[in-house]
C-alpha cells in the first residue's frame, strides 16, 4: 500500500511540533528506515501513519484515501506495527500472542472463547516458523523469552493479517547489536513475503544503510534527508545527527576499542 | 551558603504535629466519655478481681458465668412428645432413636375456679440421641451454601460492573461514572442492613441471606477488577486496538490473562469472607446457621445456642484452614 503525507503538522500540547511540515511519498513495497536522534520526530512520524496520533495539519492518504481522522475498521487492519517495547502479553503464551494479531477479522464470539479457525491455528505455527522461533517455545509464555525471542513474536503478530503496510517503531532498540541485524533481516524478509511497504525507525546508521531500500532523515521534525543509502554520505549525516560526532549516538564508538 | 541549606533541613517533628497529637488527645477524651470507656475499664476490671476472688462480687462475671453454665451441657438430642407426633411405627424407628416413656408435672387451670392445679401426666417421648446435631448440621450446610450462591451471584454481577466502570473497557465517561456509582452503593451497604429489607421483601430463608453477600460482594469484586485492568500494562492493548480489535476482545485477549491470578485471589477471599458473613446474617432472618441461634436464643434454650456456636467455631476454623491451602495451592 502507498503510504502519501502532505505537509504534515503534528503539534502536542503546549505547541511542541512534534512534526513540522512532513511530505513525503512512499510507493507500494518500499523498504523504507527513518533515521534521527531522539526527538527528531521518528516515532511520532510512525505513530501518525499507524492512526495513534492525529495530524493537526496537513493529510495523511493510504492508497490514495485521506485518512486524517478516521480509518475504516478494514484498512486499520491492514497495518501491521511492531513495537519497541514489544507491546505483548506477558503472561499469554507466545501463540496466544502470534493468533491476536488476527482478531480485527475474527468473530467476537471467536475472540472470547480463544475458539481459532483452524487456518488461523496453521498460520500463526507457519509464523512461528518463519520468525526463527523453536517448535517447543509456541505455547511458552511470552515472559519466559529473550527480548530478541519476544521481538520475533512481536513480527509474527504483525504478520498475522499479511498486512499491506509494516510499521516498525525502533524494533531493535533494546537488542544487542548481533540480534538487531537479525530481528531487521527478518522484518525486511517478512514484508517483501507479504509484499508490504516498511517503515521502520531505527537510530542506528549501520542498519539502516544495510536494510533500507530508502532513508529519510529527520531533524527537528523536518525532513532533511531522502534517499538511498548511498547517498548517505557524511554531509547528509551531519544534517541529521548534527555534528558528525553525534553521529556515532548509540552505534559501538570505535575510539573506545 | 552550605548552613544556611543545613538550618532548612525539614524537621521530623514540629509543633504543628505537637498541636494535632494534642488535639487526638481531646477528641479520645470527649468521645470516650460519650462511649463510656471509663465504666468498660472499671467494669471488666472488677470482672477480673471477682472472678480471681479478691474483690467484690462484679455483675458481669456472674452473667458470663451463668452463660457458661447454662451453655453445657451441649444440646444434642431431640425429645419430642409422641402424642404430638403423626402416628410412629413402634417397629421402624428413625436409626438410633427410641422411645423413653416417663411421667412429667403438668400446669393448667381448673376450669371451675381459674386457679393453677398441677397434674402429673405420663408421656412417651421419641428420642433421637444427635438429632439436634443432625439439625445443625444441616442448617451449617445451608450456611456454606449461602455463601457459595452469594459468591456465584457476586462473581455474575461483577463482571459487567468491572467492564463497564474501567477506562480502558469502556470509554464512555458517563457510562463508567455510573456503572462507578452503582458499585459504590453496592459496597457501601454493609450484608446485615441489606438483609434486614431484603428478608421483608422475600421472606425468612436463604433467599435474602445470599442475595445480601451477593450484592456487597460484587461491589467489592466490581472496584477491584476494575482498578486492576485499568492497572495493566497499556502497550498491549495499544496494539491490538491500533490494527482494528474491538474492546471487548482486547479485554479477553490482553487484559484478562494480566489480572487473571488477582482475580482469582480476590474471589476466594469473598468466598471464605462470604462464609463468616453467612453465620451472622441469619441473626436477622436470612437463612443458615444464624437464624437458628436467633430462634434458641429468644427462646433461652441455652443447651442448643451452645450447640451452634461450638459447630460455628469449627467450621470457620476449618474454612479457614481449607481456604489458606487452595490460596497456596493457586501460589497466591
Request: with cysteine; charged share 15%.
Amino acid at each position: 500500500m502507498e503510504i502519501r503525507l502532505t505537509d504534515v503538522v503534528l503539534e502536542h500540547v503546549g505547541g511542541v511540533r512534534a512534526l513540522d511540515g512532513v511530505s513525503l511519498e512512499i510507493p507500494e513495497g518500499q523498504a523504507c528506515v527513518v533515521l534521527g536522534l531522539s526527538g527528531a520526530g521518528k516515532s511520532s512520524l510512525l505513530r501518525t501513519v499507524v492512526g495513534l496520533e492525529v495530524p493537526t495539519h496537513g493529510q495523511l492518504a493510504l492508497n490514495g484515501t485521506v485518512v486524517n481522522r478516521q480509518r475504516s475498521r478494514a484498512l486499520a487492519s491492514r497495518i501491521g506495527m511492531v513495537h519497541q517495547d514489544f507491546a505483548l502479553v506477558a503472561r499469554a503464551s507466545v501463540a496466544a500472542n502470534i493468533a491476536s494479531g488476527a482478531l480485527p477479522a475474527m468473530p467476537l464470539w471467536r475472540a472470547l472463547l480463544g475458539r481459532y479457525r483452524l487456518n488461523d491455528r496453521a498460520r500463526v505455527v507457519a509464523l512461528h516458523r518463519a520468525v526463527g522461533l523453536d517448535d517447543a517455545l509456541l505455547h511458552r509464555r511470552v515472559s519466559s523469552l529473550s527480548g530478541g525471542q519476544q521481538q520475533r513474536v512481536g513480527v509474527a503478530r504483525a504478520c498475522m493479517l499479511a498486512p499491506s503496510i509494516l510499521i516498525a517503531d525502533e524494533p531493535v532498540a533494546s537488542l544487542d547489536p548481533q540480534t538487531s541485524i537479525e530481528i531487521m533481516a527478518l522484518l525486511c524478509d517478512r514484508a517483501r513475503a507479504v509484499g508490504a511497504t516498511l517503515l521502520c525507525s531505527v537510530h542506528q546508521v549501520e542498519l539502516a544503510k544495510r536494510f533500507a531500500d530508502r532513508i529519510i532523515g529527520l531533524r527537528a521534525g523536518r525532513i532533511v534527508f531522502d534517499g538511498p543509502p548511498e547517498q548517505l554520505d557524511a554531509d547528509a549525516l551531519a544534517a541529521i545527527f548534527g555534528s558528525p560526532r553525534l553521529s556515532t549516538d548509540a552505534t559501538p564508538v570505535k575510539a573506545a576499542a | 551558603m552550605i548552613y544556611g541549606l543545613a538550618a532548612n533541613f525539614p524537621q521530623p517533628y514540629r509543633f504543628r504535629h505537637l498541636a494535632l497529637a494534642l488535639l487526638a488527645v481531646l477528641l479520645l477524651l470527649v468521645s470516650g466519655q460519650r462511649i463510656g470507656i471509663d465504666r468498660a475499664i472499671s467494669m471488666t476490671a472488677g470482672a477480673v478481681l471477682a472472678t480471681l476472688g479478691v474483690g467484690p462480687p462484679s455483675p458481669v462475671a456472674d452473667a458470663l458465668a451463668r452463660g457458661r453454665e447454662q451453655l453445657w451441657p451441649l444440646q444434642l438430642e431431640t425429645r419430642e412428645d409422641v402424642a404430638r407426633l403423626p402416628p410412629i411405627d413402634v417397629g421402624a424407628l428413625p436409626p438410633l432413636s427410641y422411645l423413653e416413656t416417663g411421667t412429667q408435672r403438668e400446669a393448667m387451670l381448673d376450669p371451675k375456679t381459674s386457679q393453677p392445679i398441677f397434674r402429673i401426666v405420663r408421656t412417651t417421648w421419641l428420642v433421637e440421641p444427635f438429632g439436634y446435631l443432625g439439625h445443625v448440621a444441616l442448617k451449617m450446610l445451608e450456611t456454606l451454601e449461602i455463601a457459595l450462591w452469594g459468591t456465584l451471584v457476586a462473581m455474575l454481577l461483577r463482571l459487567p460492573l468491572a467492564l463497564l466502570s474501567a477506562r480502558n473497557t469502556m470509554p464512555a465517561r458517563a457510562v463508567r461514572l455510573a456503572a462507578r456509582g452503582v458499585v459504590a452503593v453496592l459496597r457501601a451497604i454493609p450484608e446485615l442492613m441489606s438483609a434486614l429489607f431484603l428478608v421483608m421483601a422475600f421472606g425468612f430463608g436463604p433467599i435474602p441471606g445470599l442475595l445480601a453477600l451477593g450484592l456487597h460482594a460484587a461491589g467489592f469484586l466490581g472496584k477491584f477488577y476494575a482498578d486492576d485492568m485499568e492497572a495493566s500494562d497499556p502497550a498491549p492493548q495499544k496494539a491490538l486496538i491500533v490494527i482494528g480489535t474491538s474492546r471487548l476482545a482486547v479485554w479477553r485477549v490482553a487484559i484478562l490473562p494480566q489480572v487473571m491470578p488477582q482475580f482469582i485471589a480476590y474471589t476466594l477471599y469473598i468466598l471464605d469472607r462470604n462464609v463468616r458473613m453467612a453465620t451472622v446474617i441469619g441473626l436477622v432472618g436470612a437463612g443458615g446457621i444464624g437464624q437458628e441461634l436467633r430462634g434458641r436464643f429468644d427462646m433461652y434454650q441455652f443447651g442448643h445456642v451452645g450447640t451452634i456456636l461450638v459447630a460455628t467455631l469449627l467450621v470457620v476454623v476449618v474454612i479457614d484452614v481449607v481456604a489458606n491451602r487452595l490460596r497456596s495451592f493457586a501460589g497466591l
